[in-house]
């Protein structure tokens, strides 16, 4: 039931582009984007409401396809500060219960 | 503006044990919810409150309780504690009943149970 992400983990360099992807089994309604450096808590980045909903801001955007059951996370001209765990969330259709999804590491290098 | 804060950020526990953890919601914020992170693993729900309520739950037994109080605080309790039960608990707040809005988080209470 829980959100996959793919990849698992991924090692840029300053500037190159990345997508992470999630993908669920179940219906989705609404899509949360979350960052977790290591140590910290998670830090939201965004939340997709509706089917092809695309949003961004800076030189990360996302975007939702309700169809597919999968949301993607599309970080531009990576910078060493995007470096960290993301993770895709959502709630379990008609229940209050919210899931991540499994995450994925993401390393930006110098 | 408060954000949301936890308390108390590290404590050690043994098997068995009780243990508190406590949260502030973020001001204005009427729901907040409860997550277990294991080490290298994304965070897992526990459970949400909303205006007082018990409203959703996730797989976790009947000894992980919780309360939340009329100003929106909140407190989890874990009874019986077993070594498994060591992780990051972080509290998140919400305004409003669904999960569609922006969950801030706190920085979370580290227990270790030995």
């Known amino acids: 039931q829980q959100p996959v992400q793919s990849p698992q983990a991924v090692i840029l360099r300053e500037g190159e582009d990345a997508v992470i992807n999630c993908s669920s089994s179940?219906?989705?309604?609404?899509v949360h984007w979350y960052r977790q450096k290591h140590g910290e808590a998670p830090v939201f980045l965004m939340i997709?409401?509706?089917?092809?909903e695309q949003k961004g801001h800076d030189k990360i955007s996302a975007s939702f396809n309700e169809k597919k059951q999968q949301s993607s996370l599309y970080l531009t001209a990576s910078q060493l500060s995007y470096s960290g765990t993301y993770f895709c969330g959502t709630e379990v259709s008609g229940t209050y219960k919210y899931i991540f999804g499994t995450g994925t590491r993401l390393k930006v290098l110098a | 503006e408060t954000g949301v804060t936890q308390s108390p950020t590290h404590l050690i526990k043994t098997r068995g044990q009780q243990v508190t953890l406590r949260c502030s919601s973020q001001s204005g914020h009427n729901t907040v919810s409860w997550y277990q992170q294991a080490l290298g693993q994304g965070p897992q729900f526990i459970f949400q409150y909303y205006r007082e309520e018990e409203n959703g739950r996730g797989n976790f037994p009947p000894r992980f309780s919780g309360l939340q109080f009329p100003n929106y605080s909140s407190e989890l309790n874990v009874n019986a504690l077993e070594l498994d039960d060591s992780a990051l608990y972080l509290c998140?707040?919400?305004?409003?009943?669904?999960?569609?809005?922006?969950?801030?988080f706190g920085e979370g209470s580290r227990l270790t149970v030995l």
């Open positions: 997709l409401l509706k089917g092809g």
């Open positions: 179940k219906a989705l309604y609404s």
């Open positions: 998140a707040s919400s305004l409003g009943d669904s999960n569609t809005g922006e969950l801030f």
